[in-house]
């Protein structure tokens, strides 16, 4: 089973969405949650990502939680939207160093290692994010696939 994990900063943005693409795509064997390193607990998902999953169809509950070490320890990957978010991470739990990443490194974007914040933007701006989102999953998605058929 692999157990993703993605981070962000306040999870209400990026995280949740990237958490409602990967469980939208039913993949078996994958299990989905997402955290913020200064979350506000309980808070739920801003107005604009829901209207823009609700926009590609994604149905989720989602309520805001803080990273724990319960989540690190439960996680086989950390994907985060920042390298400042991995900073924190690999600061904070250096045991997670081997399973911690961007999103992007872990897709093997060429760009910038962070997917910007939608935060405070209007809903074009979550639209571009869920959409930077969107296609780093779907890399991401391969190369999880290649990890389970190799045994990684």
Same mark, same amino acid.
């Given at each position: +089973?692999?157990?993703i994990?993605?981070?962000?900063?306040? &999870? !209400?943005?990026? *995280?949740? +969405?990237?958490?409602?693409?990967?469980?939208?795509? &039913?993949?078996?064997?994958v299990?989905?949650? %997402?955290?913020g390193?200064?979350?506000?607990?309980? *808070?739920d998902? /801003?107005?604009?990502?829901k209207?823009?999953?609700?926009?590609?169809?994604? @149905?989720?509950?989602?309520? *805001?939680? @803080?990273?724990?070490?319960?989540?690190?320890?439960?996680?086989?990957?950390?994907?985060? +939207?920042?390298a *400042?978010?991995?900073?924190?991470?690999?600061h904070?739990? !250096?045991e997670?160093? @081997?399973k911690?990443?961007?999103?992007k490194?872990?897709?093997?974007s060429? /760009? /910038?290692a962070?997917?910007g914040?939608p935060?405070?933007?209007?809903?074009n701006?979550y639209?571009?994010?869920y959409?930077?989102?969107? @296609?780093n999953?779907?890399?991401?998605?391969?190369?999880? &696939? &290649?990890?389970?058929? %190799?045994?990684?």
């Open positions: +089973m692999q157990r994990l993605f981070v962000c900063t306040g &999870n !209400t943005c990026r *995280s949740p +969405m990237a958490e409602a693409i990967l469980k939208n795509r &039913n993949l078996s064997e299990e989905v949650r %997402s955290a390193v200064y979350a506000a607990v309980g *808070s998902a /801003s107005d604009h990502a209207s823009v999953l609700k926009e590609n169809e994604i @149905q989720h509950e989602h309520t *805001s939680k @803080q990273l724990s070490e319960d989540d690190v320890k439960w996680a086989t990957h950390i994907l985060t +939207m920042t *400042s978010h991995k900073s924190v991470i690999l904070h739990f !250096t997670a160093a @081997q911690t990443f961007t999103l490194e872990f897709a093997g060429v /760009s /910038s962070d997917i914040d935060f405070g933007g209007n809903l701006h639209r571009e994010a959409r930077e989102i969107e @296609q999953i779907d890399s991401a998605i391969e190369r999880l &696939n &290649n990890e389970k058929t %190799s045994g990684g």
